[in-house]
């Protein structure tokens, strides 16, 4: 638990309002041709009219395959990178319209965790830099305070606060992710967005890092985004789960809902994929055929019918739209619509 007075963090209480409110949001890449690549041939869709309501206090999953567009939203979410069109609502300011002073207030609220937990440091950087740059750029401590903030903020992550002069080429990759935590959670963020932040570890490594994260989201109260193509982590961890596929959300419901009242028929299929830790059990798996469609030519109607094991002929023509299919689950499926 933090002790130090800079860490006077409360509690949430309500659950009920939104603290991040994704609207319509499409990223498109322009792909480039002709003899000197200067013209404009396609355009990629990598997030194609995604909205997302993430509650306060809660942790949403975020699941697909690698290529839906998971790690191009959080970078839209963050900043990262421009989106096409659409908005996102942080505490009900619009981020993608704010500039200067405004737009640095809000982004000291929203911490990261980037998947690979060395590229995403500078080598020749200190831990004490690494973790205390958050609150230098945003003049939120002087350079005494840093050093013991950072000190206090490595012991919170399970490191010793004597690796405060240490490089990151000296540490394990579970370390090195702990310092990657710490150095998103030391401004005080009300938002985490974590980019598959146990991926790039070890199995017994993995555990351990999740537990922190879950005991210092109840310690902090902070509201995150967790991205992941690992369904079981994202079970252990979330409260809710969004199922994505070629830059759209599919479905989206309570987490022991989505997993116990499967609806979307590539959400199921990604269940069974789950793996059970008993050889003696058998499990039936739904394989999907065919490839998965590129984004630079997505197919018509619904973006999943060309794999969809329970498609109609409606599916080639007509695009679902998410509809409640139970008490906060939302399912985009023409079979369950009609």
């Known amino acids: 638990m933090m002790s130090h007075a800079f860490y006077t963090f409360q509690r949430v209480s309500d659950l009920h309002s939104s603290i ?12 480039r041709g002709g003899v000197l690549g200067l013209q404009i041939v396609s355009q990629l869709r990598a997030v194609d009219g995604v909205s997302l309501n993430i509650l306060k206090g809660e942790t949403l999953g975020l699941v697909g ?3 839906c567009g998971k790690t191009t939203l959080s970078r839209c979410i963050l900043g990262i990178l421009p989106p096409t069109s659409g908005e996102v ?7 993608l319209n704010l500039k200067g002073e405004k737009l640095r207030n809000v982004r000291r609220q929203i911490g990261a965790i980037f998947q690979d937990p060395f590229t995403s440091m500078t080598p020749t950087m200190t831990v004490e830099d690494i973790v205390g740059e958050p609150l230098m750029i945003n003049h939120l401590a002087s350079k005494y305070e840093r050093r013991k903030i950072v000190q206090e903020m490595l012991e919170n992550v399970g490191l010793s606060s004597t690796n405060i002069s240490r490089y990151p080429h000296e540490f394990s990759g579970g370390q090195r992710q702990r310092i990657a935590i710490a150095r998103a959670l030391v401004s005080r963020p009300k938002f985490l967005v974590a980019d598959e932040p146990v991926a790039a570890l070890d199995v ?5 890092v999740l537990n922190l994260m879950v005991q210092l989201q109840k310690d902090l109260g902070i509201t995150s985004l967790f991205i992941s193509h690992d369904l079981s982590v994202v079970r252990y961890i979330s409260d809710r789960v969004a199922v994505m596929y070629l830059g759209k959300i599919v479905e989206i419901a309570q987490t022991e809902e989505l997993f116990e009242a499967t609806q979307h028929p590539y959400t199921k299929a990604l269940i069974s994929a789950i793996p059970i830790p008993d050889p003696t059990v058998k499990k039936d798996r739904i394989i999907l055929s065919g490839e998965v469609p590129t984004p630079l030519n997505p197919p018509s109607g619904c973006p999943f019918h060309t794999r969809c094991f329970q498609k109609e002929q409606a599916c080639e023509k007509e695009e679902p739209e998410l509809i409640e299919v139970g008490e906060n689950h939302f399912v985009s499926c023409l079979k369950l619509a009609s």
């Open 65 to 67: 395959e690698s290529g």
């Open 204 to 208: 017994s490594i993995r555990a351990e």
């Open 20 to 31: 991040c409110e994704i609207k319509d949001l499409r990223k498109c890449f322009a792909v």
């Open 89 to 95: 609502q942080f505490m009900g300011h619009n981020i």
